[in-house]
């Protein structure tokens, strides 16, 4: 079954700090993964897309990786801000299977950054 | 218009009444979606449309609720006799499409969700 995973459920930093959000899937076959940025009644804003050949990337503060052997993928934030509390969601992305628009959702982890 | 919108931002009902929730999607964008948020969860899908394929229908959770999108553009979801557990943000997402080779075809814009409260 195509699942995505992310960890941990909450988060709690202070200004400045860094941290690591992570996220496993289980989605085969896997065509990308990205993580979004949903700000407190917003919708989900795309931060940095993966694909199979990609080990890192950076947007600014953040820095995605993606282990394609183990699946798994990790969102590295550095010198936090008040700005980056938000939730972060893992997408992963199959070729095939038909449904849901081939996009499987993680349930998000919740970064509070606090002065 | 420069994202997608949705309209209205907030709406309260009274139990049994029918609502329709409405997405305008970027211009141009072939797929659309529509997801429920409840209170700190996580998107849970509900329909897709791409084209003028078949909508994926198999995330809508009973019979009460259904989409339709009029001319390939415009979408309403629709949900009848509401119930209190209907409560939630519903988020309606577009994208250009669905090219396996262009990751650009299957980023989501999403709009900023209707808010509704079945009382």
């Known amino acids: 079954k195509n699942q995505v995973e992310q960890s941990p459920q909450s988060l709690i930093i202070l200004e400045g700090k860094n941290c690591t959000l992570q996220?496993?899937?289980?989605?085969?076959?896997?065509?990308?993964l990205r993580w979004y940025k949903q700000d407190t009644g917003r919708g989900p804003v795309s931060l940095t897309i993966m694909t199979f050949s990609e080990n890192t990337k950076s947007n600014g503060r953040y820095t995605a990786t993606l282990d394609a052997d183990t699946k798994q993928s990790s969102l590295h934030i550095t010198a936090s801000q008040l700005s980056d509390s938000a939730s972060y969601i893992c997408v992963v992305r199959t070729n095939y299977g038909g449904s849901q628009g081939n996009l499987i959702f993680g349930k998000g982890t919740k970064l509070s950054v606090k002065p | 218009g420069a994202g997608v919108s949705q309209s209205p931002s907030n709406k309260v009902t009274e139990k049994g009444k029918d609502v329709e929730l409405r997405c305008d999607p970027i211009?141009?964008?072939?797929?659309l979606y529509w997801y429920r948020q409840s209170l700190g969860q996580g998107l849970e899908f509900l329909i897709y449309f791409q084209g003028n394929s078949a909508p994926d229908k198999s995330g809508l959770p009973s019979d009460r609720f259904s989409a339709e999108r009029t001319g390939g553009s415009v979408s309403t979801l629709t949900i009848q006799r509401t119930q209190q557990e209907d409560s939630a943000v519903y988020l309606c997402?577009?994208?250009?499409?669905f090219g396996s080779g262009q990751s650009s075809y299957n980023e989501q814009f999403f709009g900023p969700g209707t808010r509704l409260t079945v009382l």
């Open positions: 996220c496993n899937y289980t989605v085969s076959p896997f065509s990308n």
């Open positions: 211009s141009g964008h072939t797929a």
């Open positions: 997402a577009s994208s250009l499409g």
